[in-house]
């Protein structure tokens, strides 16, 4: 937002450095982006007025002409062709300089002395193509419009004395997208009175209606509509102080009309827009969705394609603008309009916002009603308008305003303490200087430790005490606010239980040699198919992304198996022949699609191991995790699983709770990875590993009686597993049983073909007593009934 300081003044007397005021400004909450001085290294640059024009006796592509620059009459050279006897220029004097850094002293030019040099926009700093309308001066001396006073410095004349400061505006303060908000946060910020312009309007015979009639037809999309008549138009250039301003803040001057629209949008943030009245058909204007694929010229001679989204202003027949956004040229304001209509509304935010980039249309007007204007100063723009028209004797104003206006925004009421302020702020500050902190604002406030206050309704940011509270802080000075450590007590901040956890289980892995791999929660739903799950596998429920990047990353995973292929298959085919990963990370899983609420998110521990490894290693790796969580009551008992291979699968339980499966993955799976090495995959329930984890520390004392220790060999089936012969012997042995270890297995001749010969040392220790041969002849017969009665075991002779 560009603020010409003169053009500020109008509305709050600042009498300040400028430094000083940008300082104010940004310490109060409205950030200065940088001041630029527009006519800072102009020196002794004057009004001139040429008297006589003579050729150069010795050149005859120059001229002599005699200035009168006010007490004295200065001969000077020049090759510009644009001058005339009479006409007013600016004059560089001897001891002069300009922007560009020239200096300017008297010399000679061909035999003849020249005092001074005219000088030409260029010359002064100035843009050829933001030069003031009617001026035509690209190529020669700029000729100043009127009369001026003789001798006066030429920043005066031509506004370059001014001062422009750039604001950022953040979204939410739209009221200060205008020269008026900018100089209410002034007064606010400095202590000031604030000015407002005039709005008042005569208003000539008849009504507006008269003339025109005016109807809504997507309320939801326009708040606000409001329309009134200029008849008797005279489009003309607009005064130079009005369109000095317009250039000042960045908008080129057209005419008198589109230059009073534009200077109104800038003055109050509303944006209008004029349509010449005799160019619509039946009289009449509607707000409404555009049809489907029709087309509008806009004012930039582009034809846009629309849709039902796109509202439009309309007359009887067709579309005349795009609302919110751009006219149309069909209805554009030309040099015989002689009956206009100047159009003032509101429109739904989002809805400008959307349909300004479908249309990859973005306006000073878009952008102001994209961000939410107050319905409130529609009224104020309208009227400043037609103010403006009269003033200038543009043209005759018709009586009467058509407004179309169903719901009229009320004041939001808001309650503040005064003890909160001192709470949230730490300061104390009266209560009185509070209350004109808050009506230098404009908020209305009523009460007395208990404030009720009414927000202004271009304040749509305010919705609650914190909001107020704020507002008195930026005008109070957070320099002001003293810096100190917090009245409170202190924690010591930490990891939490599982955190840690986490922390031991990546150490161990590390340690074991495995590589930490991270992968992405979004997969394809091809995944399923690629890793053979069946039709009827809950794992296919998975829970869609309402706005993917693409079908491969369209659902949240429910299993980490794919993801850790996808790391094997893209090493293996880097030619890394062996490897091993881990993931700790989430699956996501739902009961009820689509979702209805918050998916639960499961942590899950994968490893891959492939290359010169077998299944032993990877039931090892997970032994050692457990180990290290202190858990050891778990089994390893064959299992299946659709990604895995048939009889090279196994199950992990915990405390007799599936945690899950880990083994050989299945050569079609693999097959879809293009991965030629065999992979043992193992995926746990990490959650459940955190429920059965217990890492206290638990001492006994050192055995005080000695130990017995007996071989058995037994011969059992093939599909008998040791696991489940080490769960006999200690389930029967009970507390005598200190150790069991497998020391032997034998497949051979003196073994029948489907069964095998195992032997195990077991370890018999009581924490009571010494035992006697009778006590471990009792528990080993035992044991080996068991083993008979459970497993079909013999005992090897």
């Not at 790391?567 to 009961?591: A, H, P, Q, T, W």
């Not at 290693?617 to 202190?630: F, H, Q, R, T, V």
């Not at 097959?671 to 955190?690: G, K, T």
């Not at 497998?742 to 010494?770: C, N, P, W």
Request: with cysteine.
């Amino acid at each position: 937002m560009l603020v010409p300081i003169k053009w500020l003044k109008d509305y709050v007397d600042i009498d300040m450095d400028i430094k000083e005021f940008a300082d104010g400004m940004t310490m109060s909450g409205s950030m200065v982006e940088g001041v630029e001085d527009i006519g800072q290294n102009i020196e002794k640059v004057v009004v001139g007025k040429i008297l006589e024009i003579s050729t150069h006796p010795d050149a005859d592509k120059l001229l002599v002409t005699k200035v009168d620059v006010g007490g004295e009459i200065v001969q000077i050279i020049t090759g510009a062709t644009n001058i005339r006897e009479n006409d007013y220029v600016p004059v560089a004097l001897h001891g002069s300089s300009l922007p560009n850094g020239t200096k300017i002293k008297r010399g000679k030019l061909r035999g003849l002395e020249s005092n001074g040099m005219l000088c030409s926009p260029d010359e002064l700093g100035l843009d050829a193509e933001s030069l003031p309308s009617g001026v035509d001066m690209v190529d020669g001396i700029y000729i100043l419009d009127r009369a001026y006073p003789l001798g006066k410095d030429i920043k005066e004349v031509l506004g370059l004395d001014d001062k422009i400061i750039e604001f950022e505006i953040t979204n939410n303060r739209p009221d200060c997208l205008s020269i008026l908000g900018i100089a209410r946060e002034a007064a606010a910020t400095f202590g000031l009175k604030m000015k407002y312009p005039s709005e008042e309007v005569s208003g000539k015979d008849g009504e507006a209606s008269d003339y025109i009639s005016a109807s809504v037809k997507d309320a939801d999309l326009c708040l606000r509509f409001a329309i009134r008549v200029i008849k008797d138009v005279k489009i003309k250039n607009s005064p130079s102080w009005m369109q000095e301003r317009l250039l000042k803040a960045g908008v080129r001057p057209i005419n008198n009309i589109v230059d009073i629209t534009n200077y109104v949008m800038l003055e109050t943030g509303q944006p209008m827009h004029a349509y010449d009245l005799d160019m619509l058909e039946n009289k009449e204007i509607v707000v409404r969705r555009a049809e489907k694929d029709e087309k509008v010229t806009t004012l930039d001679e582009n034809e846009r394609n629309l849709d039902d989204s796109i509202l439009v202003i309309a007359d009887g027949k067709k579309a005349i603008g795009i609302a919110g956004i751009m006219g149309g040229y069909n209805s554009e304001i030309k040099e015989d309009t002689r009956t206009i209509a100047f159009e003032c509304a509101n429109f739904d935010a989002v809805n400008i916002r959307l349909s300004s980039k479908k249309l990859g249309l973005r306006t000073e007007a878009s952008s102001r009603f994209e961000k939410g204007l107050d319905m409130e100063i529609v009224s104020l723009a309208m009227n400043r308008a037609c103010h403006l028209v009269e003033m200038l004797d543009v043209g005759e104003v018709v009586g009467g305003t058509i407004d179309i206006y169903p719901a009229k925004k009320e004041k939001r009421m808001v309650t503040l303490r005064s003890d909160r302020v001192k709470w949230l702020l730490g300061v104390d500050i009266p209560i009185a200087r509070v209350k004109r902190m808050l009506e230098s604002l404009e908020f209305e406030v009523a009460g007395e430790e208990v404030l009720e206050i009414k927000v202004p309704t271009f304040r749509d940011d305010v919705t609650m005490e914190a909001d107020l509270i704020e507002e008195i802080a930026r005008l109070y000075g957070y320099n002001n606010i003293p810096s100190k450590l917090m009245d409170t007590t202190f924690t010591q901040g930490g990891r939490d239980a599982k955190q840690q956890i986490r922390n031991i289980v990546r150490d161990n892995m590390e340690a074991q040699g495995l590589y930490e791999a991270y992968t992405y929660s979004f997969v394809s739903p091809a995944v399923f198919n690629q890793i053979n799950l069946k039709a009827e596998n809950p794992l296919r429920k998975a829970i869609k992304i309402l706005n993917p990047l693409g079908e491969e990353q369209s659902i949240m995973r429910t299993t980490m198996i794919p993801n850790i292929l996808e790391v094997i298959s893209r090493n293996y085919n880097r030619k890394i022949v062996e490897g091993m990963f881990y993931e700790l990370s989430k699956v996501y899983l739902s009961e009820d699609l689509p979702l209805k609420d918050l998916a639960y998110e499961r942590d899950t521990l994968t490893i891959g191991i492939y290359g010169n490894v077998d299944f032993y290693d990877l039931k090892g790796i997970i032994e050692n995790m457990l180990s290290i969580l202190n858990i050891s009551k778990y089994r390893v008992l064959p299992s299946n699983h659709e990604s895995f291979h048939p009889g090279r699968t196994a199950e992990l339980l915990i405390n007799n709770k599936r945690i899950g499966y880990l083994g050989e993955i299945h050569p079609d799976v693999l097959d879809n990875y293009d991965i030629p090495s065999r992979v043992y995959i193992a995926e746990l329930d990490f959650e459940e590993i955190f429920r059965q984890i217990d890492l206290t520390i638990k001492y006994k004392p050192l055995p005080k009686y000695p130990s017995i220790e007996r071989d058995i060999a037994v011969v059992v089936a093939e599909e008998v597993t040791a696991g489940q012969i080490e769960e006999i012997i200690r389930n029967k042995g009970g507390r005598l049983v200190d150790e069991v270890k497998l020391f032997d297995i034998y497949r051979g001749s003196q073994i029948e073909e489907g069964y095998k010969s195992m032997a195990y040392s077991i370890v018999y220790r009581s924490d009571e007593k010494t035992l006697t041969e009778e006590d471990i002849t009792k528990v080993h017969n035992k044991i080996l009934n068991s083993l008979t009665n459970q497993v079909g075991a013999v005992l090897r002779s």
